[in-house]
């Protein structure tokens, strides 16, 4: 049995959901792709190095309130890398961003980016207090030395405001970049503003360079669906064996698996992806910078 609070979310490769009577609350972490040419890649080349994700809720009957996220890129050996932080970062997403590389900054945001109209609409509270610690101390975000991990709670204080959160729809809540052949494992729970049940999360993967299958190994079957999608270009979603997310499935492509052939990220033990069953308890909401936090006793 634990207490966990509802005043956290956080990321997943795999689509989560959260169930609250009629309502849901999914998160998934999706690729972008990044055109070679495109004004961010011309403006700061460490992006022809780099892969990009978005942190998307869609919402349900549901409103996201708050995210929990800890993760770790993995280096050493053959993986290294760090979080994309560029000239100009911030850990505030902005909705329009004043240079085109800041358009890929590794940052957080609310579904509306309702910090354009209020900038205390959006809250980083400070560390992410699930999975790890306790929750105490300032938040570690892109910009912090040495750029490879990430650990902290945002959320949104006008979460019941329709014009914050947004009606049902997929929106961004952040946006994540990593520069290298590395990748990583992502923990932590999200939450929404009816009722507040938390889904738990482990062992999400972000995955490494060359792993075009997400199955945690760069090995022949990568390949395979490199040589399956050769000569294929998509300015918007990412093809199978486009490696470095710039559109092309080139000779580029396969040198960069071929660099990578055999590097492999194994889950973090004891962390298998589980969900979390809330008991029948009635929640008391506290204030916490500005956010609600609500507690709910569940089974884990």
Do not use: C
């Not at 892969?51 to 409103?63: A, I, P, S």
């Not at 590389?101 to 509306?112: H, S, V, W």
């Not at 109209?117 to 959006?122: K, L």
């Not at 710039?246 to 580029?252: I, K, L, R, S, Y």
Request: proline share 5%.
């Amino acid at each position: 049995m634990r207490w966990v609070h509802a005043l956290g979310a956080a990321v997943a490769a795999t689509t989560l959901v959260s169930t609250v009577a009629q309502a849901t609350l999914t998160v998934s972490l999706v690729p972008v792709v990044n055109v070679t040419g495109s004004p961010s890649r011309n403006a700061d080349p460490t992006l022809n190095n780099a892969r990009t994700f978005d942190l998307k809720v869609t919402q349900t009957g549901e409103k996201w309130q708050v995210t929990d996220l800890q993760t770790t890129l993995a280096t050493g050996g053959a993986l290294s890398g760090n979080f994309y932080a560029p000239s100009g970062h911030g850990d505030v997403l902005l909705p329009t961003p004043a240079s085109p590389q800041l358009g890929f900054d590794t940052a957080f945001t609310t579904p509306r980016f309702a910090q354009t109209v209020d900038f205390s609409h959006i809250d980083l509270v400070g560390k992410a207090d699930f999975p790890v610690n306790s929750g105490s101390g300032t938040y570690i975000g892109a910009g912090s030395a040495p750029g490879t991990s990430l650990n902290i709670v945002w959320g949104d204080k006008r979460g019941d405001d329709p014009g914050t959160t947004g009606a049902n729809g997929t929106y961004l809540i952040a946006r994540l970049t990593v520069v290298g052949n590395t990748g990583a494992n992502l923990a932590g729970y999200t939450a929404g503003t009816s009722g507040n049940t938390a889904q738990t999360f482990k062992n999400v993967y972000l995955p490494i360079k060359g792993d075009t299958n997400s199955d945690r190994n760069v090995d022949t079957v990568d390949y395979d669906l490199w040589f399956a999608n050769l000569g294929g270009f998509n300015a918007t979603t990412l093809l199978s064996g486009d490696m470095n997310h710039d559109g092309n499935v080139d000779t580029v492509d396969y040198d960069q698996w071929f660099a990578n052939l055999g590097n492999a990220l194994v889950a973090a033990p004891g962390s298998a992806l589980g969900s979390v069953v809330p008991e029948p308890a009635s929640m008391a909401v506290l204030g916490i910078a500005g956010l609600g936090l609500a507690r709910r006793r569940r089974n884990v």
